[in-house]
């Protein structure tokens, strides 16, 4: 594996920041989990447009345009010669000393990590999850806005320690009011009579690019799609849930704290839905030239 690390290939091994870098101390930082299917880079463009809005909203300096971003990750997943792979893009503050302020950093550390994928069992797909919703709440946009896709994922990894105490592999995080958000990766969609609902941002959930796509696809399909705030009640008494996610694409789940989903089994509209979408990731992206020469 060559990992890109400020300008440069380095091996895995190598590729290491300073113990000053304010992503270790504070997590501050931003990233992106992109996917590239067979030489594609599904929806690179928009993972970098949400890249440099956090960088933004954090008033972070990536020291790369976003087309030379976008280069960088092109060039990083043809290095490693993996035209189905996973990729991890952080940009951090930088080395600085141990005090907070990020004006002591001179320059963001940025990261280009390209690995092997390693896809969710199949199993996942077929019979779909069993998830549960967990006491850690998910922040909401009046303290760190959940749209800055940051490194502080604190919470996220306490909702997956919850989720592994309940014995199951992912698990909802309900907003302060008792609203439901999103899982620790991935968002959330709730179907019911024929129609398909996921929580608004506000209410606490990253913008989720394939959330987006799946919205958007459901407007192509003609299938009726509204973002409303919605309670643990609504998502008990749905025809149909699903996760979506970068790295999980589109995830079926059939029991929900105890109560099944429906008849229990993934539902035709997550089918419906799951079809096109994956009919779309080898379609639309950033092609990876040195896959494709001829
Ligand atoms: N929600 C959170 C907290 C995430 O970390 C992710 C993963 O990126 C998602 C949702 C899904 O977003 P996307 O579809 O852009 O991968």
Request: with cysteine.
């Given at each position: 594996?060559w ?14 920041v300073?113990?000053f870098?304010?992503g270790?101390?504070y997590?501050d930082?931003i990233?992106?989990?992109i996917?590239?299917y ?14 440099f ?9 990536i020291?790369l345009?976003?087309e ?6 092109v060039?990083?997943?043809e290095k490693n010669?993996?035209?189905?792979s996973?990729i991890?893009l952080?940009v951090s503050?930088?080395e600085?000393?141990l005090?907070?302020?990020?004006r002591?950093c ?6 280009v990590?390209v690995?092997e994928?390693?896809?969710?069992p ?6 779909g999850?069993e ?9 909401v946009p009046?303290?760190?806005?959940p749209?800055?896709k940051?490194l502080n ?8 320690i ?6 199951v ?13 999103e899982?620790s990766g ?8 024929g ?21 958007e696809?459901?407007?192509?399909l003609?299938i009726?799609?509204e973002e409303?705030p919605f309670?643990r009640?609504?998502?008990y ?8 996610g ?8 059939v029991?929900v704290?105890?109560?099944l989903?429906?008849?229990?089994k993934p539902?035709?509209?997550?089918a ?23």
């Amino acid at each position: 594996t060559w990992v890109y690390l400020n300008g440069e290939f380095v091996p895995k091994a190598k590729a290491v920041v300073s113990v000053f870098d304010h992503g270790f101390l504070y997590g501050d930082g931003i990233f992106e989990g992109i996917r590239c299917y067979s030489g594609n880079i599904f929806c690179l463009k928009e993972h970098i447009v949400r890249l440099f809005e956090s960088a933004k909203s954090i008033m972070l300096d990536i020291p790369l345009t976003p087309e030379e971003m976008e280069a960088v990750v092109v060039e990083t997943v043809e290095k490693n010669g993996l035209p189905d792979s996973y990729i991890r893009l952080v940009v951090s503050r930088g080395e600085g000393d141990l005090g907070l302020d990020p004006r002591n950093c001179k320059q963001a550390s940025v990261i280009v990590i390209v690995e092997e994928l390693s896809i969710f069992p199949q199993q996942f797909y077929d019979e779909g999850l069993e998830i549960v919703t967990v006491a850690t709440r998910r922040n909401v946009p009046d303290a760190l806005n959940p749209k800055i896709k940051s490194l502080n994922y604190l919470n996220n990894v306490l909702v997956r320690i919850e989720a592994t105490r309940a014995g199951v592999f992912e698990a909802l995080m309900l907003n302060h009011e008792g609203y439901v958000c999103e899982g620790s990766g991935d968002n959330v969609f709730i179907v019911k009579n024929g129609k398909v609902f996921t929580p608004p941002t506000y209410v606490g959930a990253l913008e989720g690019i394939t959330r987006n796509i799946v919205i958007e696809l459901c407007r192509e399909l003609q299938i009726p799609c509204e973002e409303v705030p919605f309670t643990r009640h609504d998502v008990y008494v749905a025809d149909e849930v699903f996760l979506t996610g970068t790295a999980a694409e589109m995830i079926p789940v059939v029991n929900v704290d105890g109560r099944l989903i429906g008849s229990g089994k993934p539902g035709p509209m997550t089918a419906k839905l799951t079809q096109a979408f994956r009919r779309l990731t080898v379609q639309r992206g950033t092609k990876v030239p040195g896959f494709f020469s001829t």
